[in-house]
């Protein structure tokens, strides 16, 4: 079984069927999954496993939850030779990566990641952490799972609105290193792609396929690994300003914000800047920001990306080229 791409030479990503992948992929170990009610409906019965299960949504990636779970584990006899095995979206892979790397300080985990954003983001690449009083990933950790599963066919149930906040980090991966497959976004439908499982292999792999390069060059975020952040300054300050946004919604309307500022700034040519708006306005992301401005730069202040009075800014300067700017924090009025 040859794996689509291996990451940091040790993590192995998969884009194929979970169900033929798995059993060989855990051996006779024994499994552990972590996982939620809905996804366990959906594909419990490829899990024959012992099973904790965990509540759902973005308030429960916490250290309570991390807590409960190592009690699970514990009251479970779960030992070092464990395998910690999580199925669901970018939360549970985020919290089940942070248990697995410090129960007993540490044991192999690998993820089935059943939704778009975690196929092409949050599985891939090892940061795992929760979230504290809305403070997103402050405590966490690089671990890279042995194995993430993508499986094209778990993208099926996914609800539209969840699955067109995945295409945004597809479409934020193309702008970072994929023309080719901005091209063909700028081709597709928002209903070809929900629908043409063929097309929409090819831009999960293309996201994998830029992440897992750029992870390769630099795990640990001190250098290249900011370019995947593009769209993400704003974004985090549009989700903790505002609930009405999910992720992707506010990635989408954060890489518009950044171009709109690359233009202004001189950086990007502003016929770039309206193909990256008219395909993000195709797919059906809504472009106006919910809070005003200048309560998203105070937001951006505070962002833990921001070292000391320093913020690192990801330009795009054509389709399949940023760069990292570092400014003052005091210099973004003049950006936005
Ligand atoms: N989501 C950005 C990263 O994994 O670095």
Request: with cysteine.
């Amino acid at each position: 079984m040859n794996p689509d791409f291996i990451v940091r030479s040790t993590s192995c990503v998969y884009i194929g069927s979970a169900r033929e992948l798995l059993p060989a992929l855990v051996g006779d170990r024994r499994v552990v999954v972590i996982t939620d009610a809905n996804i366990d409906r959906l594909y419990g019965d490829m899990l024959p496993y012992e099973k904790i299960m965990v509540g759902r949504g973005e308030s429960m990636k916490t250290l309570q939850t991390v807590e409960q779970i190592v009690r699970r584990l514990i009251a479970l006899g779960a030992d070092r030779k464990t395998f910690l095995l999580a199925v669901g979206g970018g939360i549970v892979t985020d919290v089940a990566g942070l248990v697995a790397s410090i129960y007993m300080r540490g044991l192999s985990f690998g993820f089935i990641s059943t939704t778009l954003l975690g196929q092409v983001d949050a599985s891939v690449g090892g940061k795992n952490g929760v979230n504290i009083d809305g403070y997103k990933n402050m405590v966490g950790c690089f671990t890279q799972p042995e194995f993430v599963i993508c499986d094209p066919q778990t993208l099926t149930s996914l609800p539209p609105r969840e699955f067109r906040a995945g295409l945004a980090e597809i479409v934020k991966a193309s702008i970072i290193g994929d023309s080719a497959m901005f091209e063909r976004l700028e081709r597709s439908s928002f209903e070809e792609l929900r629908s043409d499982t063929e097309l929409l292999a090819a831009a999960v792999r293309s996201a994998v396929r830029v992440k897992a390069e750029i992870v390769e060059r630099d795990e640990r975020e001190s250098g290249d690994r900011r370019l995947l952040n593009l769209g993400h300054t704003l974004a985090h300050a549009v989700e903790k300003s505002s609930r009405e946004m999910n992720h992707g919604e506010a990635v989408a309307l954060g890489t518009a914000l950044i171009c709109d500022a690359a233009v202004k700034m001189g950086l990007l040519d502003s016929a770039v800047r309206d193909r990256v708006v008219r395909l993000l306005i195709r797919l059906g992301f809504v472009l106006a920001s919910p809070v005003p401005m200048a309560k998203l730069l105070k937001e951006v202040g505070k962002d833990k990306k921001s070292e000391g009075a320093q913020i690192h800014l990801i330009v795009p300067r054509e389709i399949g080229r940023c760069e990292v700017h570092t400014l003052a924090k005091e210099q973004l009025g003049e950006w936005f």
